[in-house]
Each structure stands twice: as structure tokens, then as C-alpha cells.
């Protein structure tokens, strides 16, 4: 495929920008859509290549298209993203210094949990440790939602999840400042933190819940990958949602 920017190319971008983060489904039928409103060849198995083209032109401006996978399904998603700033510095302008504070503390409760989960509870504890100024219940819960709709956070049940979003975005930040504690999942090879651990203490390898479900299926006893100890853990059904 051409490594010429195009309207269909453009159109697209357009798109990202205005979308933040698209599911692959919804990325292949805005390929296709770009291509024919504007009769450009449309070959759906170059959705990557078209990608390229339009990254290609990003660079000098420190913005990519990003692949990455939901920790929720296993689905893939394409996100733009702002290279150029690689922690929750790149969110200053939509939130104030308390709020940006208080989200740097929940990303460190879930990153330290077993689980990636951290309960609206917790939050609101850590909403009373800040050094900046202090949150209030009815601003911190204001401030939690719109986190869930800004798609930086998941929520259900009570509980929170870093967002696909999220975690492709800030992957670079997560790496370095929780670098003895993030690891990546031993099957797909992404950033593992809703995820299930290995009890070896000597292995100790991380696995995300819908690869735990797709690599155990079937086994009549599972074990570990790495090192065939038996796998502890109840296995999950794989599951189809959006993030």
C-alpha cells in the first residue's frame, strides 16, 4: 500500500482524534468507510499498513496510532496517543493538580493490588492523603466518574480497572515507575495487571484472566506454562465485552 497521506487517510485520523480509541471491529469498518468515501482501494487485511502511512506522518508531531489489547477480553483496540508525554502530566489540561494527584494514587492501588482491582473505598481514603488540596466524598466520586467516561478508568460492581486506554497510553509511565511490579503476561506478552500469578515462588509468571481462559480450555489439569507446577487458580470463561 501507498505510503502517500490521503483524504481516506485523513478522514480517518480525523476520526481517531475525535473517538480517542476505536475496537478492531470499529477500526476495520472506519478503514473501509474512509476508502470508499473517498475511492481509494480499500484491502481490508492492510488496516495495519494504513495505519503505518498515517503514523509515518505523525512522528514529527510525537503522536502514534497505538495497537494494544483490552485486560478485560483480550479484544484489540487502536488508540492515539501523544508520545511526547509519557505520564498523567499529558491530562493536565482537563484536570486540576488535586484530581491528577488523586489519580496517581489510584493507579498506584491497582497496580499494587493482587487482582489490578481497587475498591471506590479505598479511593476515598486516599482521597484524604493528599498533599494538594483535599477532595471532598461528593468530588472525588464526581471526579471517578468522570474518569470512567474520559475511558482513563473502568468501573463495575464498585471496583476499578485501569481502561484499555489507559493502559496503552500510560504503558510507558507504568513500565518505569512500577518496573519490580508490572510484568508482562507470559502468553500474549502484553502488560499484565488484571491478571492471575503462578504460586511458585521461584516462577511466579503473570497471566491475563481471558488468556488464562483461552490456554487452560479443555485441560483436564492445568498447570503453570513455565514451570508445570499445578495452576491454583479457578479458571474463567472467556469473555466478550467492550472496555
Same mark, same amino acid.
Given at each position: 500500500?501507498? *505510503?502517500?497521506?490521503?483524504?481516506?487517510?485523513? *478522514?480517518?485520523?480525523? %476520526?481517531?482524534?475525535?473517538?480517542? =480509541?476505536?475496537?478492531?471491529?470499529?477500526?476495520? #469498518?472506519?478503514? @473501509?468507510?474512509?476508502?470508499?468515501?473517498?475511492?481509494?482501494?480499500?484491502?481490508?487485511?492492510?488496516?495495519?499498513?494504513?495505519?503505518?502511512?498515517?503514523?509515518?506522518?505523525?512522528?514529527?508531531?510525537?503522536?502514534?496510532?497505538?495497537?494494544?489489547? !483490552?485486560? /478485560?477480553?483480550?479484544?484489540?483496540?487502536?488508540?492515539?496517543?501523544?508520545?511526547?508525554? %509519557?505520564?498523567?502530566? #499529558?491530562?493536565?489540561?482537563?484536570?486540576?493538580?488535586? &484530581?491528577? &494527584?488523586?489519580?496517581?494514587? %489510584?493507579? /498506584?492501588? =491497582?497496580?499494587?493490588? /493482587?487482582?489490578? #482491582?481497587? !475498591?471506590?473505598?479505598?479511593?476515598?481514603?486516599?482521597?484524604?492523603?493528599?498533599?494538594?488540596?483535599?477532595?471532598?466524598? !461528593?468530588?472525588? &466520586?464526581?471526579?471517578?466518574?468522570?474518569?470512567? @467516561?474520559?475511558?482513563?478508568?473502568?468501573?463495575?460492581?464498585?471496583?476499578?480497572?485501569?481502561?484499555?486506554?489507559?493502559?496503552?497510553?500510560?504503558?510507558?509511565?507504568?513500565?518505569?515507575?512500577?518496573?519490580? @511490579?508490572?510484568?508482562?503476561?507470559? =502468553?500474549?506478552?502484553?502488560?499484565?495487571?488484571?491478571?492471575?500469578?503462578?504460586?511458585?515462588?521461584?516462577?511466579?509468571?503473570?497471566?491475563?484472566?481471558?488468556?488464562?481462559? *483461552?490456554?487452560?480450555?479443555? #485441560?483436564?489439569?492445568?498447570?503453570?506454562?513455565?514451570? &508445570?507446577?499445578?495452576?491454583?487458580?479457578?479458571?474463567?470463561?472467556?469473555?466478550?465485552?467492550? !472496555?
Amino acid at each position: 500500500m501507498s *505510503r502517500q497521506m490521503g483524504d481516506s487517510h485523513r *478522514r480517518f485520523l480525523q %476520526t481517531m482524534m475525535a473517538c480517542g =480509541i476505536v475496537d478492531e471491529p470499529g477500526a476495520r #469498518r472506519l478503514f @473501509q468507510y474512509c476508502c470508499q468515501t473517498h475511492n481509494a482501494q480499500h484491502t481490508p487485511d492492510q488496516l495495519d499498513d494504513f495505519i503505518e502511512t498515517i503514523n509515518s506522518k505523525l512522528q514529527p508531531l510525537f503522536m502514534q496510532i497505538r495497537k494494544g489489547i !483490552s485486560e /478485560d477480553t483480550g479484544q484489540q483496540f487502536y488508540a492515539l496517543v501523544n508520545m511526547a508525554v %509519557t505520564d498523567i502530566t #499529558r491530562m493536565s489540561s482537563d484536570y486540576a493538580d488535586n &484530581e491528577l &494527584e488523586l489519580f496517581g494514587k %489510584t493507579i /498506584d492501588l =491497582i497496580v499494587s493490588s /493482587d487482582n489490578g #482491582r481497587v !475498591s471506590s473505598t479505598d479511593i476515598l481514603n486516599s482521597a484524604d492523603t493528599l498533599a494538594t488540596k483535599k477532595l471532598k466524598k !461528593s468530588e472525588t &466520586e464526581h471526579l471517578l466518574n468522570r474518569l470512567v @467516561q474520559d475511558k482513563w478508568l473502568n468501573e463495575k460492581r464498585g471496583e476499578y480497572t485501569l481502561s484499555t486506554r489507559c493502559i496503552i497510553e500510560m504503558e510507558p509511565y507504568i513500565r518505569t515507575m512500577y518496573q519490580d @511490579q508490572v510484568k508482562v503476561c507470559h =502468553i500474549c506478552r502484553n502488560i499484565a495487571i488484571q491478571s492471575q500469578i503462578c504460586e511458585n515462588p521461584i516462577c511466579g509468571i503473570k497471566i491475563h484472566y481471558h488468556c488464562v481462559a *483461552r490456554y487452560f480450555k479443555g #485441560r483436564a489439569e492445568p498447570r503453570c506454562p513455565a514451570c &508445570e507446577d499445578f495452576w491454583p487458580h479457578e479458571i474463567p470463561e472467556v469473555r466478550r465485552s467492550h !472496555s
